[in-house]
């Protein structure tokens, strides 16, 4: 079994910064990428941002230079700070990660989510 368990959202002012983090826990072998998602009310989940194992980012353009991605490989946990928050960026945002489970056994796993709500 794996969780992803995100924490850090909430309710912050336009302009403002959050911190969101997520911790792989359980039967894991090996994690490879990691990543957040971005679902506003009645849209689609999107892409907020990536990290490979070695430290490789890609972001979406709309979050380039606002946030950031990094994460702790011995924790196997994945943060994103976000700043100069805009309304727009509310929504969910969902914890994502590409990870072995065995030498062979391979997949996608998911967070609950978290909310942020940024209020102008």
């Known amino acids: 079994q794996v969780q992803l368990v995100e924490s850090g959202g909430g309710l912050v002012q336009a302009g403002g910064s959050l911190r969101l983090s997520c911790a792989a826990s359980?039967?894991?072998?090996?994690?490879?990428?990691m990543g957040w998602y971005h679902q506003a009310p009645g849209k689609q989940r999107e892409l907020v941002a990536s990290?490979?194992?070695?430290?490789?980012?890609n972001y979406a353009d709309s979050m380039k230079g606002r946030f950031t991605i990094s994460r702790d490989n011995a924790k196997n946990t994945v943060y994103l700070q976000m700043n100069s928050l805009k309304s727009e960026d509310t929504g969910v945002y969902y914890c994502?990660?590409?990870?072995?489970?065995?030498?062979?056994?391979?997949?996608?796993?998911w967070g609950q989510g978290t909310q942020v709500t940024v209020s102008s």
């Open positions: 994502n990660a590409k990870l072995f489970t065995s030498y062979r056994a391979s997949g996608d796993y």
């Open positions: 359980g039967i894991i072998f090996s994690v490879n990428t």
């Open positions: 990290i490979t194992k070695s430290g490789s980012t």
